[in-house]
């Protein structure tokens, strides 16, 4: 009997198709599509304009910031990220350093993305000698949704990386 239930479980292994969390993307132009809105939000950035971020956003996404903020919306996103960008980020490069792409769905996708942000000064962009924060990495996480054939940042999430804490991950 423990034969059968073992013969089923590997029958049933080569039959089933492979889980949709572990899909990539098809074909190079398919990937360089999903990187795109992400490549685009790193260049509003480095340029501290998001003027075009309806290029690249869904008119809903919603951003969480590595400090708690949760902005909802285009034009509170917008709004928030130019704030900030006309003020404490106003000199801070941000550098891509990892990207991970993977499909959830034909018309959804995960990507992380581990950038490294150079130095900012909170919270008014001026440095006081003691303010200064940045020069360090954090993990992005986009949701990405397929909208008439393109590809959209629906979500943003930002978590600073703790390097002490990240020396001692038990799966590196």
């Not at 792409?101 to 959804?108: D, E, Y």
Request: hydrophobic share 35%.
């Amino acid at each position: 009997m423990k034969y059968c239930y073992l013969a089923l479980l590997l029958l049933s292994g080569t039959l089933l198709p492979p889980a949709r969390g572990q899909n990539r993307p098809d074909s190079p132009t398919e990937a360089a599509a999903l990187r795109a809105p992400v490549e685009a939000c790193i260049r509003s950035w480095n340029e501290h304009n998001y003027g075009n971020l309806d290029t690249y956003t869904t008119a809903d996404v919603d951003w969480v910031t590595n400090v708690g903020m949760w902005w909802r919306g285009r034009e509170a996103v917008s709004q928030a990220l130019q704030a900030y960008h006309q003020g404490m980020f106003r000199q801070t490069s941000l550098r891509s350093e990892d990207l991970s792409v993977r499909l959830t769905t034909p018309l959804t996708a995960v990507v992380h993305q581990v950038v490294f942000i150079g130095p900012y000064y909170p919270p008014d962009g001026v440095d006081q000698e003691y303010n200064r924060q940045g020069n360090n990495q954090a993990m992005i996480t986009y949701g990405l949704l397929k909208q008439q054939s393109r590809w959209l940042i629906s979500s943003v999430q930002v978590t600073d990386i703790n390097p002490a804490a990240a020396a001692f991950n038990p799966t590196k």
